[in-house]
């Protein structure tokens, strides 16, 4: 019980504290995002960003 309690202190010492990032981000980036030609951009370069992201695996060398 006590390895449990640890850990679930430990979990929320880390989660709560980035959940109100998360928030705080998301209240920052709302008004940002209200204009559709903004969110437009804004959608373009994070989809630009999650397909680089994808690359390496993709053309990673494999042995064989």
């Known amino acids: 019980f006590v390895e449990v309690a640890a850990m679930a202190v430990v979990f929320g010492s880390i989660c709560v504290p980035n959940g109100f990032a998360w928030a705080l981000f998301g209240r920052a980036i709302a008004g ?21 992201s994808v690359l390496p695996s993709l053309f990673e060398s494999r042995p064989g």
């Open 32 to 52: 940002f995002l209200a204009d559709d030609r903004q969110r437009f951009w804004f959608n373009l370069a994070m989809a630009v960003l999650l397909v680089v």
